[in-house]
């Protein structure tokens, strides 16, 4: 049993110890991802545009590891302001349009470079 690495170049961290996501036979964990453009390496502004990037990340992390959104079994979503739920909830609605995935949504005192929202999941995919 070995475990892959998924690193698509583009949202691969330098100097962070971390993997955007690792493949486990028929499973796939995918780390935090922050609303990164990965284009500019910037944070677009409000929880609506940071959750389409964030979810935008994720997607790029399950494809390079040959899974879908609609093999997302498990998210995880963190909100710096619980108070932006009902828009994060909004987008997220769009990217799981029927048989949504288990679901936690807990609210920090801070995420990394002050985002707003970041999103990690667990996927199954084919063999």
Do not use: W
Request: proline residues 9%; hydrophobic residues 45%.
């Amino acid at each position: 049993m070995s475990r892959t690495v998924i690193a698509p170049p583009s949202l691969t961290a330098p100097g962070v110890p971390l993997s955007p996501g690792i493949a486990f036979e028929t499973l796939v964990f995918v780390s935090g991802q922050l609303p990164i453009d990965p284009e500019t390496g910037a944070f677009p502004d409000g929880v609506t545009a940071q959750t389409k990037a964030s979810l935008a990340n994720l997607k790029t992390v399950l494809e390079a590891a040959g899974a879908t959104m609609e093999g997302v079994v498990k998210t995880t979503v963190f909100l710096k302001n619980m108070d932006d739920f009902s828009a994060m909830n909004a987008v997220y609605a769009e990217a799981f349009p029927s048989e949504p995935p288990a679901r936690s949504a807990i609210e920090v005192a801070r995420l990394p470079k002050d985002a707003l929202v970041e999103i990690e999941a667990v996927a199954i995919r084919a063999r």
